[in-house]
């Protein structure tokens, strides 16, 4: 059994959990699971996910700032209505435009790339590395609607995982999935704009 992959299992759950109740506390878990990931992902050759855990590293402290800035107006919301608010911002068409285009555009340039350091999931690393690129920043942003994109990209990574015998990371995807699915409906409920 490989101690970073079980470890990156514990922290991840962990920072799941924390994600669907919107706790800040989650970026600084996040700095510890996404240094781990890196590590076992650079170890087995997936530099698309390795260089994906390296941006969770960087936005865990911007979103940490994000969030902590977000927490002044929720806290307003929170004592007007009595019950805890999940603080949400819109989405708007032309995020989701640039949105699409980066996935397209960053996935085959991506692919490319990890084509020529010989990556074995050269596709499916790359889409799965963009998908959660772009999942990640609207989490930072609190848009409700990147529960889709985690849940899309949370699957392709189980199966990533599985197929390179990564178990226990393939075991925390699987969970992360259930888990977007979980987070979408608890974020609908209790979900206030701001």
């Known amino acids: 059994m490989d101690f970073m992959e079980i470890f990156t299992l514990v ?3 962990i920072y799941i959990i924390l994600e ?3 706790k800040n506390f989650m970026w600084v878990v996040g700095i510890a699971t996404s240094i781990a990931a890196m590590w076992v992902f650079f170890r087995q050759g997936l530099y698309a996910s390795f260089a ?8 865990s402290f911007i979103g940490l700032w994000q969030w902590r800035r ?6 307003a919301a929170e004592e ?24 397209i555009a960053g996935t085959i340039a991506l692919a490319w ?8 999931m050269s596709y499916m690393d790359s889409a799965v590395a963009v998908l959660s690129a772009v999942a990640t920043w ?15 990209a949370d699957a392709m990574s189980t199966v990533l995982c599985a197929t390179q015998g990564l178990w226990w990371m393939a075991a925390l995807y699987a969970m992360y999935s259930l888990s977007a699915i ?3 409906i608890h974020w609908k409920r209790h979900g206030r704009y701001l």
């Open 11 to 13: 922290t991840g759950v």
């Open 138 to 152: 609207w989490l930072v942003r609190s848009y409700l609607q990147q529960w889709w994109i985690w849940i899309a």
């Open 20 to 22: 669907i109740r919107q």
């Open 52 to 59: 994906l855990n390296t941006y969770y590293l960087v936005t």
């Open 70 to 75: 977000d927490r002044n107006r929720l806290e």
């Open 113 to 120: 790339v990890m084509q020529l350091l010989e990556n074995p």
């Open 182 to 184: 979980y987070g979408l």
């Open 80 to 103: 007007a209505t009595g019950e805890e608010t999940i603080h949400l911002n819109r989405l708007s068409w032309k995020t989701v435009a640039v949105s699409a285009v980066a996935v």
